[in-house]
Nanobody, 125 residues
Framework: QVQLVESGGGLVQSGASLRLSCAAS????????MGWFRQAPGKEREFVAS????????SYGDSVKGRFTISRDNAHNELHLQMRRLRPEDTAVYLC??????????????????WGQGTQVTVSS
């Protein structure tokens, strides 16, 4: 099973940009559909973005469309999330996830079977 480790979180001001990374090991990265989710205190886990195995298909949550971009580097077993025009409501722990299921992209957490520990993103107003 693939192991996932996120990095790149931090404290930024509203309107800033931040790039998250997720390093994968212990599995064949290119065979997994990958996703980013976020979870704020007291709230349910929210879908952020997903990308297909070869990177040709992506999907985004409504709240991040046009601001966030998901990408992957299969040669280096890395997943990225470029976040622009950050808002205080983007504050959350961001988690990357991997799915070995058949499909293109997945928006629901139950489709993913491997999760990282998360990285905190805090956006101040």
């Amino acid at each position: 099973q693939v192991q996932l480790v996120e990095s790149g979180g931090g404290l930024v001001q509203s309107g800033a940009s931040l790039r998250l990374s997720c390093a994968a090991s212990g599995g064949t990265f290119r065979t997994y559909i990958m996703g980013w989710f976020r979870q704020a205190p007291g709230k349910e886990r929210e879908f952020v973005a997903s990308i297909s195995r070869a990177g040709g298909s992506t999907s985004y949550g409504d709240s991040v469309k046009g601001r966030f971009t998901i990408s992957r580097d299969n040669a280096h077993n890395e997943l990225h999330l470029q976040m622009r025009r950050l808002r205080p409501e983007d504050t959350a722990v961001y988690l990357c996830a991997a799915s070995g299921r058949t499909g293109s992209t997945f928006t629901t957490p139950t489709n993913y079977n491997s999760w990282g520990q998360g990285t905190q993103v805090t956006v101040s107003s």
